[in-house]
């Protein structure tokens, strides 16, 4: 069972394959120890992103910077990566770009606060995970027992790491809650906003 947050993830057949980095830019990347995290948030994208965080930490202990472009996606490959980020010994700093919403937040919440660093038109939405209920009544029932146990944990987590009451944050995630980057800074999602590589 996934939840996702709010987003539909059926591929639009239209919609055009987007374009993979090439083996030398890859190798660039990898030996500049960045990871990039655009697009929709989904098993497929938690693969990779683990995949890379976990060569770029046998490679050495040196920092680890996460570029993060997405509207969010399915909450487990967000959990997957937020914890990804936890568990690897190098420090990581993530930097937003564009918008960060939703389990893309989720992610972006892994990093210490000061390691949490944004570019000055990103903008930023908090808000609950959603799951799509099916089936038996037996089976509903049990799925909108474990939304209710994620919202909670999410909630949980953007408390810890933005040091708002917990009363606060169940409040401002009850609707979706957009932010620019200078209201993250102030509501503790953010550390602090750079405008240059040499600011990170």
Same mark, same amino acid.
């Given at each position: ?37 655009? /697009? ?7 693969? %990779?992103?683990? =995949? *890379?965080? &976990?060569?770029? #930490? ?73 799951? /799509? ?7 509903? %029932?049990?799925? =909108? *027992?474990? &939304?209710?146990? #994620? ?50």
């Amino acid at each position: 069972m996934q939840f996702a947050f709010g987003l539909d993830d059926e591929k639009d057949p239209k919609k055009p394959e987007e374009a993979k980095p090439s083996e030398a830019m890859e190798e660039r990347l990898f030996k500049a120890r960045s990871v990039f995290i655009f /697009g929709q948030i989904d098993m497929k994208l938690a693969n %990779a992103v683990t =995949a *890379k965080m &976990i060569a770029l #930490a046998q490679d050495g202990k040196d920092e680890i910077r996460v570029f993060i472009n997405s509207p969010g996606g399915h909450l487990e490959s967000g959990d997957t990566i937020h914890d990804i980020i936890k568990f690897v010994d190098c420090p990581v700093k993530i930097i937003g770009t564009g918008w960060v919403g939703s389990a893309a937040a989720h992610i972006y919440l892994s990093a210490p606060k000061e390691n949490r660093l944004a570019l000055p038109n990103t903008r930023f939405l908090l808000h609950q995970p959603s799951g /799509g209920a099916g089936g038996q009544a037996s089976d509903i %029932a049990i799925q =909108a *027992k474990e &939304i209710i146990k #994620a919202k909670a944990r999410i909630q949980k987590v953007i408390a810890e790491a933005t040091g708002q009451p917990l009363e606060k944050v169940i409040k401002d995630t009850e609707r979706d809650h957009w932010m620019p980057a200078d209201e993250a800074v102030e509501y503790g999602v953010v550390g602090r906003i750079i405008t240059s590589m040499g600011a990170i």
